[in-house]
């Protein structure tokens, strides 16, 4: 298999999605976790398995093509913590419980707008076992190695989430794609890089087999000074 870049495999998936109107609102995909025609199916796929329904707490990124997922996990009467984008907050998780939102207003609160009325911030000390986390993906391969938008906040997450001991080696990891968001190259993986261990799409659900180790908690000589100086929940870790 050829080695590339994830700069390149985001590109070749970006452009793919596109010249295949695959895409969905927002636009440009370029530069996002791109949402995609069928990230319904693909969730309630993920729905139905048995790694979602018996988790009864979920971490989910707050991109576009999640939102179906949160809102199955909140129908299911699941409690869904959603990051603040950027975790740009120190309370930086949203938790939103079935309990405490009326249904009507399921479909508003799993939007970021929806998070910020419907949630509660917490500091992600304040969360319980997570027994489930949901990622964003930009491109997948069928082994379970990922790629996001480039932006670091997904491992962030897990790093933070790690060291507090709310995620564990067992925490499944999961993502919902379009199947032309798998590819078959290989590129360098970094020690931050989380695994998946099931990706569904569509049409499939698909077990992998963790490519590499987890990171075991932040790897703070790696980190960016910038993304450091940004994130206040990082100050109360070290």
């Known amino acids: 298999m050829p ?3 994830k700069n390149e495999i985001r590109s070749q998936v970006w452009e793919r999605l596109r010249q295949k109107q695959l895409g969905r609102f927002p636009f440009p995909l370029k ?5 995609f025609k069928g990230a319904e199916a693909a969730a309630e796929r993920l729905a139905a398995h048995p790694v979602f329904e018996q988790a009864r707490t979920l971490k989910c990124n707050p991109d576009a093509p999640q939102l179906p997922v949160r809102l199955q996990a909140l129908k299911a009467g699941r409690t869904v913590y959603m990051a603040v984008p950027r975790l740009r907050k120190k309370e930086c ?5 079935p309990g405490r939102i009326d249904p009507a207003d399921f479909r508003k609160a799993v939007s970021i707008k929806g998070a910020e009325r419907f949630g509660v911030p917490v500091e992600p000390g304040e969360m319980p076992v997570i027994d489930l986390i949901v990622a964003g993906s930009v491109a997948v391969r069928a082994n379970g190695a990922r790629v996001g938008k480039g932006g670091g ?8 989430a790690t060291q507090l001991g709310i995620v564990g080696s067992e925490t499944a990891i999961v993502t919902t794609v379009h199947d032309e968001q798998r590819v078959a190259d ?3 993986v970094e020690p931050w890089d989380i695994p998946l261990d099931w990706i569904f799409t569509p049409e499939r659900s698909i077990k992998c087999r963790r490519p590499h180790a987890r990171p075991t908690g932040v790897l703070w000589e790696k980190l960016d000074p910038d993304m450091r100086r940004d994130i206040p929940i990082l100050d109360s870790l070290t």
């Open 186 to 188: 290989t590129w360098p």
């Open 3 to 5: 080695i590339v870049t």
């Open 31 to 35: 530069g996002r976790i791109p949402n």
């Open 153 to 160: 906040y997904s491992d962030l997450e897990f790093g933070i």
């Open 93 to 97: 998780f949203f938790k939103l419980d």
